[in-house]
Every structure is written in C-alpha cells, then in structure tokens.
Nanobody, 126 residues
Framework: QVQLVESGGGLVQAGGSLRLSCAAS????????MGWFRQAPGKEREFVAA????????YYLDSVKGRFSISRDNAKNTMTLQMNSLKPEDTALYYC???????????????????WGQGTQVTASS
C-alpha cells in the first residue's frame, strides 16, 4: 500500500510561487492516479488538480488553470504541484491523494481517492 507525504508549503506574498511535492512509499505508485485537494478553514475540501497514472491528461480546477501545473515522476515515486501567481484565496491546507480509479472526470471528487497525505499549509498573503 502507498503512503503519501506532502512537503513544500509555506508563506508567500500574493503573486509568488510555491512548489508542493508528494512523496509516495511503496512499489505500486504507478498503479494510482494522483490528485491535489485543498481545504480552507470553515470550507469543504476542494479539488485542485489530478493526473493520470501515465502522467498525461491533467485536470484542473478552473480557478487555478494557467497558474498551477501538476506533474509526476513514476521513477521517483513523486508528484508535484507548481503554483504560480498565488492569490490569497489559494490559502489552504493542501493534500495529495491517490486513487485506483482511472476515470479522469471522476477524479475531481474526494470520494474517488483511497489514500491521503497529512497535508501541507499554503498561505498567500495580500
């Protein structure tokens, strides 16, 4: 079973950039589609981006398209989320997640994911 650990969060000014990483243990990383979600205080967990097992067909939340980029390296068992032009509304706890499903549209739902990391805080100050 894959275990997930996020890193790379922090505090930046609006307009700045951060790069989140998700390190996966275990040999079966390539069997999972991967996603990023976020949760701000008092709000529900929200889909941010997802990527297929092979690394193609990325999916994004509309509000992050053109600013965020998801990628994965199956040889290194890692996934990243490059976040540029950060806005205060991007402030949240960011989670990486793994899903055995391959249906891209379905990967926008948190219920599609079986494994979760502990989260890393991203704060973009105005």
């Amino acid at each position: 079973q894959v275990q997930l650990v996020e890193s790379g969060g922090g505090l930046v000014q609006a307009g700045g950039s951060l790069r989140l990483s998700c390190a996966a243990s275990g040999r079966t990383f390539i069997n999972y589609s991967m996603g990023w979600f976020r949760q701000a205080p008092g709000k529900e967990r929200e889909f941010v981006a997802a990527i297929s097992r092979s690394g193609d067909s990325p999916y994004y939340l509309d509000s992050v398209k053109g600013r965020f980029s998801i990628s994965r390296d199956n040889a290194k068992n890692t996934m990243t989320l490059q976040m540029n032009s950060l806005k205060p509304e991007d402030t949240a706890l960011y989670y990486c997640a793994a899903s055995i499903l391959s249906n891209s549209p379905g990967l926008t739902s948190a219920s599609a994911y079986q494994l979760w990391g502990q989260g890393t805080q991203v704060t973009a100050s105005s």
